[in-house]
């Protein structure tokens, strides 16, 4: 079933307008109206069409100096052409209903005379919509589980909760970005998602052309300010570092109103269909998983760590593309400053809401055999089991520790460029251990170790299955408990789960990468990158969580987590550091 084409006509006049929308509906358009400037802004901002037609005196055809039309072709977004039509024509205002905007893109891309008909009218509707709106309208898109394009929105924060009429707009206009990225297909199975930084996601697409099924495609979605950021980080730090394995972009990034949308080919595969890590690394075994990680960060991100900088070299200052040194040089707390920023928690609102967020997790009822307790600003208490044979941990709150001693934190060890989002769902691997990545929003300099931090996070946090928080509680203090990468993690496993193990030998090999890049064993700036990576995640459910017991249990881990880790820095020197009980 072709897609259809939907037109505002903006007119205060019920004589001119109900007839043109008649018309426009005889030829295949779904018709929106708006007799005020008000009525119109609101169908522009909030509702989704792909062009309008506005009228130029939008509230009185008898005033002269009305320009309400011209004012609101000029105030409202580009993104949606406008056609400016009058029976009141003058040159110097079709000059001015004609001319650019600071980004060079005209305000209305056609004045009509009202005088010269309906068909002048129409041939030129027609025209924007084949020359500027380019949608493919005969395309058919089709879904597997979980993929769909409502659940496709879910993965950005803004549109989660919104009412349904809004909702409704948002997927439409989500559609309509795929019918501008796939102008050649026939059809499109949208197979998986997974989650992308600061209201965005990806889909895995297969297109099925004019001869065939096409390759798989990644499409990279979001909010429309994002996604040109995201090309900004991919042109500069993505594509000339580029190896053999490597994610290409493919063509240019496709805009609607709200969101922005490119495509994504991975160079270098042959056969197979590569898997997000957490597939992976659920059905590899540990072998294939650290040839894996090898690859990553040797071949894949080997040249961004190549190119890394000794933070205490005087020469750094001087390097124009590391633009934030002179920002962050004299600062005590960079590394916070640093991971902050990386985790969206350096405005106050964000603080206040995580704080808020991690009261209410100590104040809840839990679904496990634990309680959680805030024993005041600075501690919490995580009690295990019942009354008659329960284990008490007494832990810093993370927020109060952050807050204490972020200026007692050691800078960067070395300044990288790294992928900056590096969890579980954003690197894809094939069954021959070859890694490609997605998802550049955060790609930058940054701290070196800052991607291994958040993928070992991602491991202990997203790909561990058990909710036996006492279970989790033992096997994070093993964790925590070695001050170097070169110390091997000492875990008795007395709960007998081949998953913990399997962490353990996987978080224990990633650290030696880490040590590889880092160059020094002193492991105290990882442990502050794992900090604000897991207490990010005690507000967020992961790329793992199906429903509300999971969810629960991730948030209740890695808050007993980030404990640990506040724990393990504040007693720092203690080589044979035991959890306080």
Same mark, same amino acid.
């Given at each position: 079933?072709?897609?259809?084409?939907?037109?505002?006509?903006?007119?205060?006049?019920?004589? $001119?307008?109900?007839?043109?929308?008649?018309?426009?509906?005889?030829?295949?358009?779904?018709?929106?109206?708006?007799?005020?400037? *008000?009525?119109?802004?609101?169908?522009?901002?909030?509702?989704?069409?792909?062009?309008?037609?506005?009228?130029?005196?939008?509230?009185? =055809?008898?005033?002269?100096?009305?320009?309400?039309?011209?004012?609101?072709?000029?105030?409202?977004?580009?993104?949606?052409?406008?056609?400016?039509?009058?029976?009141?024509?003058?040159?110097?205002?079709?000059?001015?209903?004609?001319?650019?905007? #600071?980004?060079?893109?005209?305000?209305?891309?056609?004045?009509?005379?009202?005088?010269?008909?309906?068909?002048?009218?129409?041939?030129?509707?027609?025209?924007?919509?084949?020359?500027?709106?380019?949608?493919?309208?005969?395309?058919?898109?089709?879904?597997?589980?979980?993929?769909?394009?409502?659940?496709? @929105?879910?993965?950005?924060?803004?549109?989660?909760?919104? +009412?349904?009429?809004?909702?409704?707009?948002?997927?439409?206009?989500?559609?309509?970005?795929?019918?501008?990225?796939?102008?050649?297909?026939?059809?499109?199975?949208?197979?998986?998602?997974?989650?992308?930084? *600061?209201?965005?996601?990806?889909?895995?697409?297969?297109?099925?052309?004019?001869?065939?099924?096409?390759?798989?495609?990644?499409?990279?979605?979001?909010?429309?300010?994002?996604?040109?950021?995201?090309?900004?980080?991919?042109?500069?730090?993505?594509?000339?570092?580029?190896? $053999?394995?490597?994610?290409?972009?493919?063509?240019?990034?496709?805009?609607?109103?709200?969101?922005?949308?490119?495509?994504?080919?991975?160079?270098?595969?042959?056969?197979?269909?590569?898997?997000?890590?957490?597939?992976?690394?659920?059905?590899?075994?540990?072998?294939?998983?650290?040839?894996? @990680?090898?690859?990553?960060?040797? %071949?894949?991100?080997?040249?961004?760590?190549?190119?890394?900088?000794?933070?205490?070299?005087?020469?750094?200052?001087?390097?124009?593309?590391?633009?934030?040194? =002179? &920002?962050?040089?004299?600062?005590?707390?960079?590394?916070?400053?640093?991971?902050?920023?990386?985790?969206?928690? %350096?405005?106050?609102?964000?603080?206040?809401?995580?704080?808020?967020?991690?009261?209410?997790?100590?104040?809840?009822?839990?679904?496990?055999? +634990?309680?959680?307790?805030?024993?005041?600003?600075?501690?919490?208490?995580? /009690?295990?089991?019942?009354?008659?044979? %329960?284990?008490?941990? &007494?832990?810093?709150?993370?927020?109060?520790?952050?807050?204490?001693?972020?200026?007692?934190?050691?800078?960067? /060890?070395?300044?990288?460029?790294?992928?900056?989002?590096?969890? +579980?769902?954003?690197?894809?691997?094939?069954?021959?251990?070859?890694?490609?990545?997605?998802?550049?929003?955060?790609?930058?300099?940054?701290?070196?170790?800052?991607?291994?931090?958040?993928?070992?996070?991602?491991?202990?946090?997203?790909?561990?299955?058990?909710?036996?928080?006492? #279970?989790?509680?033992?096997?994070?203090?093993?964790?925590?408990?070695?001050?170097?990468?070169?110390?091997?993690?000492?875990?008795?496993?007395?709960?007998?789960?081949?998953?913990?193990?399997?962490?353990?030998?996987?978080? %224990?090999?990633?650290?030696?990468?880490?040590?590889?890049?880092?160059?020094?064993?002193?492991?105290?700036?990882?442990?502050?990158?794992?900090?604000?990576?897991?207490? &990010?995640?005690?507000?967020?459910?992961?790329?793992?969580?199906?429903?509300?017991? +999971?969810?629960?249990?991730?948030? &209740?881990?890695?808050?007993?987590?980030?404990?640990?880790?506040?724990?393990?820095?504040?007693?720092?020197?203690? *080589?044979?550091?035991?959890?306080?009980?």
């Amino acid at each position: 079933m072709a897609k259809v084409r939907k037109l505002l006509i903006a007119e205060n006049d019920p004589e $001119q307008l109900r007839p043109r929308k008649e018309l426009f509906e005889r030829e295949g358009w779904e018709v929106l109206t708006a007799t005020s400037p *008000e009525e119109a802004r609101h169908i522009l901002d909030n509702g989704w069409v792909h062009l309008a037609v506005v009228d130029l005196r939008l509230c009185d =055809d008898n005033d002269p100096n009305d320009l309400s039309g011209l004012e609101l072709v000029k105030t409202t977004d580009p993104a949606i052409p406008k056609i400016m039509w009058s029976g009141f024509p003058s040159y110097e205002v079709a000059t001015e209903a004609l001319g650019l905007n #600071a980004s060079g893109i005209p305000y209305a891309v056609y004045f009509v005379d009202k005088a010269r008909g309906f068909h002048e009218l129409r041939d030129k509707v027609e025209a924007v919509f084949r020359d500027k709106v380019r949608i493919n309208t005969e395309l058919e898109i089709k879904s597997k589980a979980g993929a769909s394009l409502r659940e496709l @929105l879910g993965q950005i924060e803004d549109y989660r909760g919104l +009412s349904e009429d809004r909702l409704s707009a948002r997927a439409e206009e989500l559609e309509d970005l795929l019918r501008k990225l796939f102008l050649q297909a026939r059809r499109l199975l949208l197979k998986y998602v997974t989650p992308g930084a *600061e209201g965005s996601g990806v889909v895995i697409i297969q297109p099925t052309l004019e001869a065939g099924r096409g390759r798989e495609v990644i499409v990279k979605f979001g909010k429309r300010d994002n996604m040109r950021k995201e090309m900004g980080n991919f042109a500069r730090y993505v594509q000339p570092y580029a190896g $053999q394995y490597a994610t290409a972009l493919i063509g240019d990034l496709r805009e609607t109103l709200h969101f922005g949308g490119a495509r994504f080919s991975l160079v270098g595969r042959v056969g197979g269909e590569p898997h997000s890590f957490n597939t992976f690394y659920r059905q590899s075994s540990v072998e294939a998983i650290q040839k894996a @990680l090898d690859f990553l960060f040797e %071949s894949t991100c080997g040249r961004w760590y190549a190119g890394k900088w000794d933070w205490s070299d005087p020469e750094l200052d001087r390097r124009p593309w590391t633009f934030d040194v =002179d &920002r962050l040089r004299d600062r005590k707390d960079v590394l916070a400053v640093c991971f902050e920023e990386q985790k969206n928690l %350096s405005t106050e609102p964000r603080k206040q809401k995580l704080r808020e967020s991690l009261d209410r997790l100590y104040a809840a009822e839990t679904m496990f055999r +634990s309680r959680f307790r805030k024993v005041d600003d600075s501690t919490f208490e995580v /009690t295990f089991g019942s009354s008659a044979a %329960s284990t008490t941990l &007494r832990l810093p709150d993370p927020m109060h520790f952050i807050a204490t001693q972020r200026n007692r934190f050691p800078p960067p /060890t070395y300044w990288a460029i790294t992928h900056g989002d590096l969890h +579980s769902g954003n690197i894809l691997v094939d069954e021959e251990g070859h890694t490609w990545l997605i998802d550049f929003y955060k790609t930058g300099w940054g701290p070196a170790l800052r991607d291994l931090a958040q993928l070992e996070a991602s491991i202990r946090l997203e790909l561990i299955e058990t909710d036996n928080l006492y #279970a989790l509680s033992q096997f994070e203090a093993a964790c925590m408990k070695a001050r170097r990468f070169d110390q091997e993690i000492e875990f008795s496993n007395e709960f007998k789960s081949p998953e913990l193990d399997k962490a353990i030998k996987v978080i %224990s090999y990633l650290r030696k990468l880490a040590m590889r890049i880092n160059q020094h064993p002193d492991m105290k700036e990882y442990y502050i990158g794992l900090l604000y990576h897991t207490l &990010r995640l005690s507000t967020w459910a992961g790329s793992g969580s199906r429903d509300e017991r +999971s969810f629960e249990a991730r948030q &209740r881990h890695a808050l007993i987590s980030a404990g640990l880790i506040c724990d393990r820095l504040q007693r720092w020197d203690e *080589e044979d550091w035991i959890i306080v009980r």
